[in-house]
Structure formats: structure tokens, C-alpha cells
């Protein structure tokens, strides 16, 4: 069993953890640096290669049949900090400012009641699935913040960029909202019980 944990899935998911601080890192370093849109890109790629090793864990554990329990538990946790923390980066360097930080809050307290109502559910051995919404929801989720990560930065390039991200954040909050609801839904009946 111990070489399950340190199979390629699971070590992709490993790495998804590890580039939480990365991407953090880089924040801190675009103050100190005389080229900030370096620091933004960077955390762009970091971000954008966690995301790949999102689809790829899971594609590769039940291609291979190397689904573990560890597995299965760190993967939605690793999606969250990857998330969380890219979403309070953004807010407190002001990418995600005014009325958008709603959306940031919206995303953030479904992702925590919904971790809260799947740990409630194992406990009464009852499974919910990912439903493909779900998955769309996180598809555009990591869009949104790829393009808010590189914000200011790719503006130069494509001056939409911090516009689009912030109409994908809204979006994702929107879609978020819905699967969040169906989620609570299918386990009222059993915390009703």
C-alpha cells in the first residue's frame, strides 16, 4: 500500500500542493522586482501547470488503477488551497476588487460548506459524486484565475484580460452557486435523518 502513495498520480498531486506556495512566492517577489509582469507570469505558469496535474491525477489513477484512498482525499483538498489561496492573492494585491470580491467569497464559502457536508456524509458512508457541472465549474474556475493572475501584465497584450477574468469569475460564482445547491440537496436527505 505504501507504494500506492508514492505513485505518479498522487505525486502529481503532491506537486499541485507544493505550487500553492509558489504561486504565493511569486506575489511577494512582484513588489521587490524592477519587472513586475515577471512575478505575474510566473505565477500564471506555476498556476497553469497545477491545473494540468488536476486532470491528469485523476485521468492516470483510474487509467492505471492506481486510485488510493490518499488519493482521493487530497485531491479536492489540494483543488481548494490551490484555489483559496490564488483568490485571496488576488484581493488583497486589489485584482479582485469592489463588487467581485463577491464572487471570490461566493466561490470560497461553497467550496468550505461543501468539503464540510462531504466529511459529514463519509461518516454516514454515503458517496456524492462530482457531477460534470461540477467539473465545469472548476474548468472555468482555473480559466478565470489564470487570466486575474496575470492581470496587469497581460493587459499589454490583450487589454480584456483582467475584464475577462473577472466576467469568468462571476460566472464560475453564478455556476458555483447552482452545483453548491445540488450538492446540499442530495445529502438534506440523509443530515435530515
Not at 70 to 82: C, F, N, S, V, W
Not at 161 to 181: C, D, M, N, P
Amino acid at each position: 500500500m505504501a507504494s500506492r502513495a508514492y505513485s505518479l498520480p498522487n505525486l502529481l498531486t503532491y506537486a499541485r500542493i507544493v505550487c500553492v506556495p509558489l504561486v504565493v512566492l511569486c506575489f511577494f517577489l512582484e513588489g521587490t522586482l524592477r519587472s513586475p509582469d515577471y512575478a505575474r507570469w510566473s505565477a500564471l505558469i506555476i498556476f497553469l501547470a497545477a491545473s494540468v496535474t488536476d486532470f491528469l491525477d485523476g485521468y492516470l489513477a483510474r487509467a492505471w488503477q492506481q486510485t488510493s484512498t490518499i488519493g482521493r482525499m487530497l485531491d479536492p483538498i489540494a483543488d481548494k488551497l490551490l484555489v483559496a489561496a490564488a483568490l485571496l492573492l488576488l484581493a488583497a494585491d486589489g485584482t479582485i476588487a469592489g463588487w467581485s470580491l463577491w464572487a471570490a467569497i461566493v466561490i470560497l464559502c461553497r467550496e468550505i460548506l461543501v468539503s464540510g457536508l462531504r466529511e459529514y456524509l463519509a461518516e454516514l458512508k454515503v458517496s456524492v459524486p462530482v457531477t460534470q457541472l461540477a467539473k465545469w465549474k472548476t474548468t472555468i474556475q482555473m480559466v478565470s484565475i489564470g487570466f486575474l493572475l496575470a492581470g496587469p501584465a497581460a493587459d499589454g497584450i490583450y487589454p480584456l484580460a483582467t475584464e475577462t477574468g473577472i466576467l469568468l469569475l462571476w460566472i464560475s460564482a453564478i455556476v458555483t452557486l447552482y452545483t453548491g445547491y445540488d450538492y446540499f440537496r442530495a445529502g438534506l436527505k440523509h443530515i435530515a435523518d
